[in-house]
């Protein structure tokens, strides 16, 4: 199976930015999606975007709208979310994963980074 290693994550004040990256380990043909999740102590885990590998389709949570943007790069087998102007509550263990296409499974999953914004 694909390995997924997130990074990126780390500190910064409300108004920052980060950037996370997932680097998967080996190219598949097939078409999928790669997406961003996060889970905060004591909360579920929630979508927050998605990307189309081959295509280029995205997706995103309302509450990131205009602040976070999904790409990749598929030379690197990389995908990347970009987060603009955070807020405290953004705070959270950020993981990325992926899922084929026609299917609403994501079945594959990095071990996470760790994103915390202070006010």
């Known amino acids: 199976q694909v390995q997924l290693v997130e990074s990126g994550g780390g500190l910064v004040q409300a108004g920052g930015s980060l950037r996370l990256s997932c680097a998967a380990s080996a190219r598949t043909f097939s078409n999928y999606y790669m997406g961003w999740f996060r889970q905060a102590p004591g909360k579920e885990r929630e979508f927050v975007a998605e990307?189309?590998?081959?295509?280029?389709?995205?997706s995103y949570i309302d509450s990131v709208k205009g602040r976070f943007t999904i790409s990749k790069d598929n030379a690197k087998n990389t995908m990347y979310l970009q987060m603009n102007n955070l807020k405290p509550e953004d705070t959270a263990q950020y993981y990325c994963?992926?899922?084929?296409?026609?299917?609403?499974?994501?079945?594959?999953w990095g071990q996470g980074t760790q994103v915390t914004v202070s006010s």
């Open positions: 990307v189309l590998w081959y295509g280029g389709f995205t």
């Open positions: 994963a992926t899922r084929p296409q026609g299917s609403n499974t994501w079945n594959n």
